[in-house]
C-alpha cells in the first residue's frame, strides 16, 4: 500500500473512533459516572471552530434524591432524564441561566450528572467573548458560566453527545487521589448528599472544600 494511502487510513480510522466514542460507562449510576466524567472533555463546534474544554466538576442527582428533578417522576420537563444515556439534560433557572446535564443510567431511570466547572483547552477567546469579556476562572468556573461559554441552550435538550456539533470525548479515568468528593452546593434539600466531584487543585473549580 502506499505511504499516502496508509496515512489517509489512520486518519480515517482517527476520525472513525472520535465520531463513534464509547459512551457506554454513561449507563452506570449517577453517583459512580459522576468521577468517572472529571478529565473528560466536551468539544463544541461554534462558528467553524472547535472549542474544546475538560469537566473538573460534577454532581451526582437521581430520582431517590429530592434534589433532583426527577424526584417527583417523569415529566414534561425531566422526560430526558429517564431516557437512555450519553444525552444532555438542559434545563432553564432563574430566569435567565441555562444548566447542562449529561444523562446516565438506564432507560427508565432518572438520572444526570450536572457538569459544574470546565477548564478551557482550546478557543478560550471564543469563549470569552461569549462570555461578555469575563476573563481567568470566571469564564466557565460555574454551571450558568459555562453554558454561556460554550453557547449551550435548551435548544440542545435531548442532544446525542456522541454526534457534532457537541460532543463528549472520553479520557482515561483520574487516579483517585486527584478526585475531591464534597456535599452539593446551591441546592436547598439534600445538601448533604456527598455527590459532588472535583479535579483538586484545579482552579476553575467553582467551590472548593
Same mark, same amino acid.
Given at each position: 500500500?502506499?505511504?499516502?494511502?496508509?496515512?489517509?487510513?489512520?486518519?480515517?480510522?482517527?476520525?472513525?473512533?472520535?465520531?463513534?466514542?464509547?459512551?457506554?460507562?454513561?449507563?452506570?449510576?449517577?453517583?459512580?459516572?459522576?468521577?468517572?466524567?472529571?478529565?473528560?472533555?466536551?468539544?463544541?463546534?461554534?462558528?467553524?471552530?472547535?472549542?474544546?474544554?475538560?469537566?473538573?466538576?460534577?454532581?451526582?442527582?437521581?430520582?431517590?434524591?429530592?434534589?433532583?428533578?426527577?424526584?417527583?417522576?417523569?415529566?414534561?420537563?425531566?422526560?430526558?432524564?429517564?431516557?437512555?444515556?450519553?444525552?444532555?439534560?438542559?434545563?432553564?433557572?432563574?430566569?435567565?441561566?441555562?444548566?447542562? /446535564?449529561?444523562?446516565?443510567? *438506564? &432507560?427508565?431511570?432518572?438520572?444526570? +450528572?450536572?457538569?459544574? @466547572? !470546565?477548564? $478551557?483547552?482550546?478557543?478560550?477567546?471564543?469563549?470569552?467573548?461569549?462570555?461578555?469579556?469575563?476573563?481567568?476562572?470566571?469564564?466557565?468556573?460555574?454551571?450558568?458560566?459555562?453554558?454561556?461559554?460554550?453557547?449551550?441552550?435548551?435548544?440542545? /435538550?435531548?442532544?446525542?453527545? *456522541? &454526534?457534532?456539533?457537541?460532543?463528549? +470525548?472520553?479520557?482515561? @479515568? !483520574?487516579? $483517585?487521589?486527584?478526585?475531591?468528593?464534597?456535599?452539593?452546593?446551591?441546592?436547598?434539600?439534600?445538601?448533604?448528599?456527598?455527590?459532588?466531584?472535583?479535579?483538586?487543585?484545579?482552579?476553575?473549580?467553582?467551590?472548593?472544600?
Amino acid at each position: 500500500m502506499p505511504q499516502w494511502q496508509l496515512r489517509f487510513r489512520l486518519v480515517e480510522n482517527r476520525l472513525t473512533k472520535y465520531k463513534y466514542m464509547d459512551l457506554s460507562f454513561l449507563k452506570q449510576p449517577s453517583e459512580i459516572v459522576a468521577p468517572r466524567l472529571l478529565g473528560c472533555q466536551i468539544v463544541r463546534e461554534l462558528d467553524g471552530r472547535k472549542l474544546v474544554a475538560k469537566i473538573v466538576e460534577t454532581e451526582a442527582y437521581d430520582q431517590r434524591d429530592a434534589a433532583s428533578h426527577s424526584y417527583k417522576g417523569k415529566t414534561t420537563r425531566t422526560e430526558v432524564m429517564f431516557g437512555p444515556s450519553g444525552h444532555l439534560y438542559v434545563y432553564f433557572t432563574y430566569g435567565m441561566h441555562y444548566c447542562m /446535564n449529561i444523562v446516565t443510567g *438506564q &432507560t427508565g431511570e432518572g438520572s444526570a +450528572v450536572l457538569i459544574r @466547572a !470546565l477548564e $478551557p483547552l482550546r478557543g478560550l477567546d471564543a469563549m470569552v467573548a461569549n462570555r461578555h469579556g469575563k476573563s481567568g476562572v470566571e469564564v466557565t468556573n460555574g454551571p450558568a458560566k459555562l453554558c454561556q461559554a460554550l453557547q449551550i441552550d435548551k435548544k440542545w /435538550n435531548g442532544h446525542n453527545l *456522541q &454526534t457534532t456539533p457537541l460532543q463528549l +470525548v472520553p479520557q482515561p @479515568a !483520574l487516579k $483517585p487521589a486527584e478526585i475531591v468528593r464534597a456535599t452539593r452546593i446551591g441546592i436547598s434539600q439534600a445538601k448533604e448528599v456527598p455527590w459532588r466531584f472535583y479535579v483538586r487543585g484545579n482552579s476553575y473549580v467553582s467551590h472548593s472544600v
